[in-house]
């Protein structure tokens, strides 16, 4: 079951009727970037990144996966990070505009490493603590996710951050 601001769905495809942007920044082979803006009914929405191995059964590389834009104000509430296999995942995001491409260590919105989105031998993690984070996002700001550490052979990881728009109630 998928939960994004109070829209249940049993799968993606039934989340259809929602707007999905595939985002044409040129990628690795290995990344897809999605944004899933269900923020037409609802003061919620989820923005992430879905990574997958270049070929079938290759693992996922570390590196900088891209970038999202943040589509409106809002506050970022959570994250949850899911994945084919059980594995560990370290990961730091980062905040920049285009004026500043790319991003690097400095524009983390994470102020401290030890509180890096981080699944250990496992597969899935959830956060809604987000202690040291810059969480206030402005509309315009691109988001930039460098995946530190993927070990144990992930193939397919979903990085989603749940926000809260600021112009719905």
Not at 124 to 151: C, I, P, V, Y
Not at 162 to 169: E, I, Y
Request: aromatic share 8%; proline share 6%; glycine share 10%.
């Amino acid at each position: 079951m998928l939960n994004f601001g109070g829209h249940a769905a049993q799968n993606e495809r039934e989340l259809r009727g929602f707007r999905f942007l595939w985002n044409g920044i040129q990628q690795p082979i290995s990344s897809l970037i999605t944004f899933a803006d269900l923020t037409w009914q609802h003061p919620y929405s989820a923005i992430g990144v879905r990574l997958r191995g270049g070929q079938p059964g290759a693992a996922i590389r570390t590196g900088l996966k891209g970038y999202l834009p943040v589509p409106c104000d809002c506050y970022i509430s959570g994250i949850t990070m899911l994945a084919d296999v059980v594995g560990t995942v370290v990961v730091d995001i980062y905040k920049t505009d285009l004026a500043h491409l790319p991003p690097g260590p400095n524009n983390s919105i994470i102020d401290l490493a030890a509180e890096r989105p981080t699944m250990t031998n496992a597969q899935s993690m959830q956060d809604w603590a987000l202690e040291k984070w810059e969480r206030e996002l402005k509309q315009g700001a691109l988001l930039a996710f460098n995946f530190l550490t993927l070990q144990g052979g992930i193939t397919s990881l979903t990085l989603t951050l749940f926000t809260t728009r600021h112009d719905k109630p």
